[in-house]
């Protein structure tokens, strides 16, 4: 099974903040993000709140609530922003958002819908329509490949192997080496879909055009070859 995120949770910080596309990617959704007003953010799959943290020092005005399965990424988040009464967090997931319908006016997430099983990505695609306003905004950024199909899949398999083997390279120049071994170790996950389930920007703008949004975007961090995109749309 691949990485226990309650297990994780108090070194993630340690290991991912010394990766530049991981703080890169942070910095690409922020400046996705609109301006107006006092909106209600909702970080889904939120882990220790990095982005919610980039967003508050950016729009201390807005109202924030995390989301995230893992009870210690949660108790990390809270702690974090303890005496901060427009951010708060919950117990829950992509599937299961413990929000109202139409409830939140911008819907950010990264690195998370991954973790999805494809048979339940269009509940996940609607659920994350139900809880957004019409004219809402969503900002996903996760890491993606260019084909679909089985884990076996000799072409998939061969992207995913040049992506890990790159990008763990790369954070060996830049002085992260435990996160370019935190990549490796993944690698055996990702390539048969343990926990792990890559998959292309266009399986997930078709799920989330059926899902109401529209007015996609795509941006991507860079380097480019590692794959790491962020899919901006609205909802109809």
């Known amino acids: 099974m691949t990485v226990d995120w309650d297990d994780y949770a108090a070194r993630y910080d340690g290991v991912f903040l010394k990766d530049p596309v991981y703080t890169d990617t942070l910095d690409v959704i922020t400046k996705q993000v609109p301006e107006n007003g006092e909106i209600q953010m909702l970080d889904l799959g939120c882990g220790t709140g990095n982005i919610t943290y980039q967003l508050s020092r950016k729009y201390p005005g807005y109202f924030y609530t995390g989301v995230d399965p893992s009870e210690n990424m949660r108790n990390i988040f809270q702690e974090r922003f303890t005496g901060n009464p427009r951010i708060k967090v919950e117990d829950g ?8 319908d139409g409830s939140v006016d911008c819907i950010v997430s990264n690195l998370a819908l991954h973790h999805v099983k494809p048979p339940q990505r269009p509940r996940c695609a609607k659920e994350v329509a139900r809880a957004m306003r019409r ?13 679909d199909g089985p884990p076996d899949t000799p072409e998939k398999c ?23 071994v935190r990549i490796l170790e993944q690698l055996p996950f990702d390539l048969t879909e343990d926990g792990e389930y890559p998959t292309s920007v266009d399986v997930w703008i078709k799920l989330l055009s059926a899902a109401g949004f529209e007015d996609f975007s795509i941006v991507p961090v860079q380097p480019e070859e590692f794959g790491i995109r962020v899919i901006c749309c609205t909802l109809a």
Request: charged share 25%; aromatic share 16%.
């Open 93 to 100: 997931n992509a599937l299961e958002i413990p929000l109202g």
């Open 158 to 180: 061969k992207e995913i192997i040049d992506i890990f083997s790159g990008w763990a390279k790369f954070c060996l120049d830049k002085g992260a080496f435990e996160k370019a």
């Open 135 to 147: 004219g809402g905004r969503l900002v996903y950024a996760d890491r993606f490949v260019s084909f």
